[in-house]
């Protein structure tokens, strides 16, 4: 409740000003409201470390799959990485 007002009020007030990179700001906070203030209502149960690390992964999951032409394949090698699903076996052998 607290973090919401505090936010709400500091929008408000930055929106009034003159300041227009200060207005951009407000504006971004504004539209990633519901997000920001998720950490509040979780009460810090979720542990911004494991977040961080599967964003890791996926981004290097990503990275890996940047020659596929098509999204499900990569939405595969995603799910094979971030669930640590059983690969299926390679008909080569490479050394």
Not at 34 to 41: C, K, M, P
């Amino acid at each position: 409740g607290w973090a919401a007002r505090f936010l709400d009020a500091w929008c408000k007030r930055t929106m009034r000003s003159r300041i227009i990179p200060m207005k951009k700001i407000a504006k971004m906070l504004r539209s990633h409201r519901e997000l920001l203030l998720n950490w509040f209502r979780t009460k810090g149960q979720v542990a911004l470390g494991a977040v961080e690390g599967f964003n890791n992964k996926a981004k290097v999951t990503s990275r890996k799959a940047y020659g596929f032409r098509n999204f499900e394949v990569m939405k595969i090698a995603l799910y094979h990485t971030l669930g640590n699903l059983p690969e299926p076996e390679a008909t080569h052998r490479f050394c």
